[in-house]
């Protein structure tokens, strides 16, 4: 898939959702995968997966929002591997709520986990995948991070960041033959809204229906973004609705912002939110 001769990946955040179909997509094209999560148990579940279909791996238990995790496990896999050719950073929690109103504990917990993992993740691997002539990073975004939507403050101002961050990457790490490529899904069906913080009942409402009913499957995401890091994309953007508010806010976003406006001041913004997401239009 990618211009190294080995298959080596380090995921985190691979006991479930969009990282257990990553793992389990590059395990099938005989990918080495580290499994990355502070969930042992659940990881495990993802390595017998990964084990059951002929494919093999390693759990590491990690606190992906802790500097010193995520070093210790970056000395481990080049280590134990003797490298390591693709880093997907893809853990990540929910926070959402009026901006005013979420606690400033649950602020900084949506940074530690969706942001500073991140740049935990590249900080570590960088220096060591310059060291041995290349490798790859796929940074999990969101399209929170281009539609920016009400009520989704902390979450959508991490997936902004972390965007602008592989942007950054993408053109410094190029003479050291590191490619990156951020994915920006809009919802798909995960469990990532069961440790969802919120601070109205609209909110949880809002973004379990969104969840639930949404028309696409992790494993399509999955297969779509290294469909998109084989192509050597610097955006992967899974779904048109994707597309669409990210062409949208780029052509006319007076217009875009505008309309929410509108809508939240006359009352129908949530009504309208709510009606799309449990019709699968989110």
């Known amino acids: 898939m990618f211009t190294l001769g080995n298959r080596r990946a380090v ?3 691979a006991a479930s959702g969009l990282g257990r179909a990553l793992a389990l997509n590059l ?3 005989g ?3 580290g499994v990355v999560d502070r969930d042992v148990k659940a990881a495990e579940e993802t390595l017998e997966m990964i084990e059951e279909g002929g494919g093999r791996g390693i759990v590491y238990p990690a606190d992906v929002s802790k500097a010193e995790d995520v070093e210790e496990l970056a000395a481990f896999f080049f280590r134990e591997w003797g490298g390591v050719d693709l880093l997907i950073n893809n853990a990540g929690v929910l926070v959402v709520g009026l901006a005013g109103e979420v606690p400033l504990e649950n602020w900084q917990w949506q940074l530690e986990n969706n942001f500073w993992s991140v740049i935990y993740g ?5 220096p060591r995948m310059k060291k041995q002539g290349g490798g790859y990073i796929i940074n999990i975004a969101s399209s929170a991070g281009t539609a920016s939507l009400p009520e989704m403050s902390p979450y959508n101002v ?3 960041a972390v965007i602008s961050f592989s942007e950054t990457l993408r053109a410094e790490l190029a003479p050291d033959n590191i490619g990156v490529t951020v994915v920006c899904p809009t919802y798909f069906n995960t469990s990532l809204w069961h440790t969802m913080r919120y601070t109205q009942k609209f909110q949880r409402d809002f973004n379990e229906a969104a969840f639930t009913c949404a028309r696409i499957s992790a494993e399509k995401v999955a297969r779509l973004t290294l469909q998109a890091a084989a192509k050597k994309k610097v955006y992967c953007f899974p779904q048109l609705s994707a597309k669409f508010f990210w062409l949208l806010k780029r052509l006319a976003p007076q217009f875009v912002y505008k309309t929410l406006a509108l809508l939240y001041r006359r009352g129908w913004g949530r009504p309208l939110l709510l009606w799309m997401a449990r019709r699968g239009l989110t």
């Open 31 to 33: 990918w080495l995968v």
């Open 122 to 126: 590249c900080y570590s691997f960088i």
């Open 11 to 13: 995921i985190t955040g």
């Open 158 to 160: 991490t997936k902004a």
């Open 27 to 29: 395990a099938r094209q």
